[in-house]
């Protein structure tokens, strides 16, 4: 069964480093999430991307957030300057878009210290 | 004013029973509805899509009442490995999904 993957599965980086996620969409769909869950919080929306667009971000997704998709199989997010609330759980998701449904990847849990 | 609201829990069931628990939600245009499965730091896996009225998937069921904006889930006969936290999603917006922050369930042998 095809899956969204997620690399790394866990980063630590020193406080105002810049990071890069990765993401590899499951392959035939168009549209892709990023989200975030801080420890014992709820999971949160950052933004989602079509047609090599930003379509949607949240308040969350500031100006030290960017996205990108490099080429036809990775889906990124770079996060400049880690602040130390940076740290939690980023998850990436996809959806085929025929429907409202998205799956999700494994996660990187992200330390920043 | 939360959009996406559930009891956390804990909900303690011994193995077997039956257990539901609901999601209420604030934008009444919402159109679908998803529960997902989140186990311990690990990430949600979709349980089951709700367009309609409900859905049904084994010991599973979720029913949408509009009229009261909240969705349900039934699970019949628990198993053990039923524990985890179950999050409730709505699209808020045009894309993205707006999680609970979950209730969390125990099954106890």
């Known amino acids: 069964e095809p899956e969204v993957t997620q690399t790394p599965s866990h980063q630590v980086t020193q406080m105002g480093q810049e990071v890069i996620l990765r993401c590899v969409p499951i392959?035939?769909?168009?549209?892709f999430y990023w989200y975030r869950q801080i420890l014992g919080q709820k999971v949160e929306f950052l933004v989602s991307?079509?047609?090599?667009?930003?379509?949607?971000k949240s308040e969350i997704f500031d100006d030290q957030f960017s996205v990108e998709r490099p080429d036809g199989s990775n889906f990124t997010l770079k996060i400049r300057s880690t602040k130390l609330e940076d740290s939690a759980m980023y998850f990436c998701?996809?959806?085929?878009?025929?429907?409202?449904?998205?799956?999700f990847g494994p996660g990187t849990r992200l330390t920043v210290l | 004013r939360k959009e996406v609201e559930q009891d956390p829990g804990p909900f303690n069931v011994p193995e077997g029973a039956t257990v539901a628990f609901n999601c209420t939600y604030s934008?009444?245009?919402?159109?679908?509805f998803f529960w997902y499965r989140q186990d311990c730091r690990k990430e949600p896996k979709l349980l089951m899509s709700?367009?309609?009225s409900g859905n049904e998937d084994g010991r599973f069921t979720a029913q949408l009442n509009r009229a009261s904006q909240y969705i349900s889930l039934l699970i019949r006969d628990s198993k053990l490995s039923d524990s985890a936290t179950y999050l409730c999603a709505v699209p808020v917006g045009a894309d993205g999904l707006t999680f609970g922050k979950g209730t969390h369930l125990i099954i106890q042998p």
């Open positions: 991307f079509y047609n090599n667009e930003i379509s949607e």
């Open positions: 709700v367009y309609s």
């Open positions: 934008n009444s245009a919402s159109q679908s």
């Open positions: 998701a996809s959806s085929d878009g025929t429907s409202d449904t998205q799956y």
């Open positions: 392959s035939n769909h168009l549209y």
